[in-house]
């Protein structure tokens, strides 16, 4: 469990990117930031690893304040994602999965043997583990950034715009992915994104940041569809309009969903479908067309 | 030629002293130019204030170094350490932009990526920016060796031998082929001494080679597309 406790965040330049924020982020479950740009996502994030160090508040891992933990000790077992994965470009995709685990003194060959076990379990093959970051393709990267993120086994890890830079149907195929080892490894995620449709399938908690650094709002998806709470909140999800805002139409042969433009979206079915997007309250009775890329 | 072939020993030993004389200033430079130069790429006012002073120690003319550094170290005038010590201030000089940009050119993504996963200040200074600072290095030492093995020779003028000897010799005593020896030894231990760089650079960045290439094979393959 992470616990932010009235945490400020102002740079010395004087930007204030965070402004008394607290929440809970549960263990083994996914917390997704969703907001604009300059919204304080990354400070916060940065914040959990001591990257960064709130101006004032506490933040709490299992109860631990981490001002008082050395921060050096402290990432190396968080893991860590970013946005064009980070990977050092002068080492082999091997080497950089292996990084956390022979920072922490563990054997070379061993670190190896272990970071070409996490390449399978990222689903990367292992023919390309003696490449350099710079001869793989912009998703084989971010999936040595997981890899390098979980080789040292951390509860928690972080994880900043990592498919954004991906073009959508790897993005796709990451989130099943990502989807798929968090059910295998239970880890405590908090990830952040743009990207509303990204938040809603990741997360099972999603808070939404507006301008400024204000939570607009947090909850499941299903509770901040169901329940906007501000007209920010409900706009920027796009309640009111395209795929989310569908109905049912009754045609000859049964009942579809359309969207807002009267396109059809889905079929309304009597079972849940799709159980492995049954992450707690995302269960669903609409077989989604959207969603359906995931199962590439 | 016959000249050659009768001084074949006093020109092996003026070269061995050349080369004596050009190794240690490359080095010195090398080595105290990369925390000038990290230092440099750290603060824009570092950087202005070791570059400007690095500009206006290259424009002192080596011969005026050469007679004025067995004063401040008080050395004697023939003491072959002056020529040392002045081409290692030219050294040092050239090198430190070299340093400066090398550092630079680390991105600011990798530097964080490192902090993120755990690398401390110094493991991540040893681990990832020194070598990712390896090919802008590579490319400064091998401008600064190139002129430190040419400005040896002007250690002749004052009495320090190297092969610049041949040079003086040969202009006083209207001997040609000493001279034109004397220029192809030097060029022979330039084109040498860059040789190993290179070698030695192809050797610790493999991954700056694959990159290379990978940026050719890019090269081709787009103008391959255009054409
Ligand atoms: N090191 C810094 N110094 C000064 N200001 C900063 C620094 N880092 C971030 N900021 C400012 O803090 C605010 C929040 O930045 P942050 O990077 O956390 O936003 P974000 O929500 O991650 O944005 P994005 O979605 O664009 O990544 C911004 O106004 C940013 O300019
Ligand atoms: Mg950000």
Redo the contacts with the bound molecule.
Sequence with gaps: MIEFRNVTKR???G?L??EDFSLVIPSRKTTVFV??????????LRMVNRM?DPTSGTIEIDGEDTAALNPVALRRRIGYVMQNSGLLPHLTVIDNAATVPVLNGVPKNEARADALRMLDTVGLDRSLAERYPSQLSGGQQQRVGVARGLAADPNILLM??PFGAVDPIVRAELQVELLRLQRELGKTVVF?T?DIDEAFLLGDQVVI?EQG?RVAQIGSPTEILSDPATDFVAHFIGAERGKRALSIRSTDRGEILVDSEGRAAGLLVDSVVGAQYDAGPKSRSVSNKTSQAGDA | MAWVWSNLEQIWGLVLSHIALSVPPIIVGFVLSIPLGYWASRSRLARSVLLSIGGVLYTIPSLALLVVVPVILGTAILAPSNVVFALSIYAVAIMVRSSADAFSSVSDDVRESATAVGYSTWQRFFAVEFPLAGPVLLAGIRVVSVSTVSLVTVGSVIGISSLGNLFTDGINRNIPAEIIVGIVCVLLIAAIFDLILAGVGRLLLPWNRSAASLTRAAERASTLVTQ
């Design positions: 740079f010395p330049d930007t990117a965070v907001g604009s740009s300059g919204s304080g996502k990354t400070t916060l960064v900043d715009e952040v743009h940041f650094g």
